[in-house]
């Protein structure tokens, strides 16, 4: 992935934009773009694209994206499509679900790890994801799910939500 964390090294010639400061909140991407954190962040990050936490950043989140690069400090489970590295710097403390995990030596993974094929994981949301698309609570999810109004999988004690047929439902709910 070529990201840089270390003095000097490159960010492989890509375009990234990167986060220096405090921020408080919810940063959410629909379109891919690259990521760097390297202050605090405390919050939501919902991102399409490369994301990485710099070794001096501390980030206590939510994280959903494609692909995660941790070299720095991270509370909060993590989500990515594509793969998780935690570098020999980085630590995580939460649950991480990916189809590929790299931790380096000398990186901590404190926490559950929920592998997945990346197929299967494509195109699915859980239910925090579908409350920020929907933009209604979590509560309120479930309650859907629960009643059968919005179209959902339960595995165990997990609701998942398949955008596809989510968003036809969207459409249907609209017209009428």
């Known amino acids: 992935m070529g990201i840089r964390r270390a003095k000097g090294e ?3 010639g890509e375009r990234w934009l990167e986060v220096d400061a405090t921020m ?13 954190i390297n202050g605090r962040f405390e919050g939501t990050l919902d991102t399409q694209g490369k994301l990485a936490i710099g070794e001096q950043a501390q980030v206590r989140a939510i994280i959903n994206g494609e692909q995660v ?6 509370e909060g489970d993590v989500t990515a499509t594509k793969l998780i590295e935690v570098r020999a710097t980085g630590r995580i403390s939460g649950k991480v679900v990916t189809p590929r995990l790299i931790v380096q030596d000398g990186g901590i993974l404190h926490g559950s790890v929920e592998m997945m094929h990346e197929r299967s994981r494509e195109g699915w949301m859980n239910v925090e994801e579908l409350a920020r698309f929907l933009e209604v609570d979590a509560g309120t999810v479930i309650q859907w799910a629960q009643e059968g109004r919005v179209p959902s999988q339960r595995e165990g004690a997990t ?13 249907q709910e609209r017209i009428k």
């Open 159 to 171: 609701w998942r939500f398949e955008r596809a047929r989510v968003e036809d439902w969207l459409a």
């Open 24 to 36: 408080t909140g919810t940063l959410t991407f629909k379109d891919p773009v690259n990521l760097s």
């Open 69 to 74: 690069v941790v070299a720095g400090s991270v």
């Open 10 to 12: 490159e960010l492989s």
